[in-house]
């Protein structure tokens, strides 16, 4: 299994572009999350998804996301803006099931971007 | 989810143990702790989990208090590939809804030759 894998690795965009940020997983995982993460603040969820066909946001600004199929989440960012400027963090994990009680969130290697 | 506090850095001697240690004084009695780690560049990556007994795996042992208000993760011998980020998360079992974990900043660890 390639696990989560995100492309691409590096990127440049100018104010106002847009952009899809690429993120799949061939573990069958249900659930799908993209975190952003800057320097010293850890990270912070943007978007997530429970199954193929759903969708919800924790950040509202800038960012869209699809979930056609179980194995692919792209991020789009629709006008960007220098405070997008960040590493992108794509991860997957089982959706829990009766009887587990936690789950390992498995994490891609990230998209570092950045707005001019 | 109950909060967490890490010292933001620590060194470590290259063979000896590691002991990144773990506030979490407003843990509920449902909520798991987990531990991460983010080498540079990657992704962070699961190490460990538990509720209130001591957890090992091939990665590291974790150490809950009786109280469950601190823990700490101990990397038997710690190697230059452990220089790395690493995350304490306390969180509660949950449903399919809202998997997510909340990262903070973390205590970043030196091992150091």
């Known amino acids: 299994n390639a696990g989560v894998t995100q492309t691409p690795k590096f990127h440049i965009l100018k104010t106002g572009q847009s952009m899809t940020l690429q993120c799949a997983q061939d573990?069958?995982?249900?659930?799908m999350s993209w975190y952003r993460q800057d320097p010293g603040m850890g990270l912070r969820l943007i978007y997530y998804?429970?199954?193929?066909?759903?969708t919800d946001k924790e950040v509202p600004n800038g960012y869209n996301v699809s979930r056609l199929n179980t194995e692919d989440f792209p991020l789009r960012l629709v006008s960007a803006a220098p405070s997008q400027t960040s590493v992108y963090l794509c991860?997957?994990?089982?959706?829990?099931?009766?009887?587990?009680?936690?789950?390992?969130?498995?994490f891609g290697p990230g998209t570092r971007l950045t707005v001019l | 989810d109950a909060k967490t506090t890490q010292p933001t850095s620590m060194d470590c001697a290259e063979g000896r143990a590691a002991n990144l240690p773990c506030n979490h004084s407003?843990?509920?009695?449902?909520?798991?702790v987990y531990w991460y780690r983010q080498i540079h560049s990657q992704g962070p990556q699961y190490i460990i989990h538990?509720?209130?007994n001591n957890e090992t795996n091939e990665m590291a042992s974790l150490i809950i208090t009786e109280d469950r208000k601190s823990s700490t993760l101990i990397l038997p011998h710690a190697t230059l590939r452990d220089t790395a980020v690493y995350y304490c998360i306390v969180r509660a079992y949950r449903d399919n809804y809202g998997q997510n974990f909340v990262f903070g900043p973390g205590t970043r660890l030196s091992v150091l030759p």
């Open positions: 998804s429970a199954a193929a066909g759903t």
């Open positions: 538990g509720l209130k």
């Open positions: 991860a997957s994990s089982y959706p829990l099931a009766g009887g587990l009680k936690y789950n390992e969130q498995f």
């Open positions: 407003t843990i509920s009695g449902n909520e798991y």
């Open positions: 573990m069958n995982h249900g659930y």
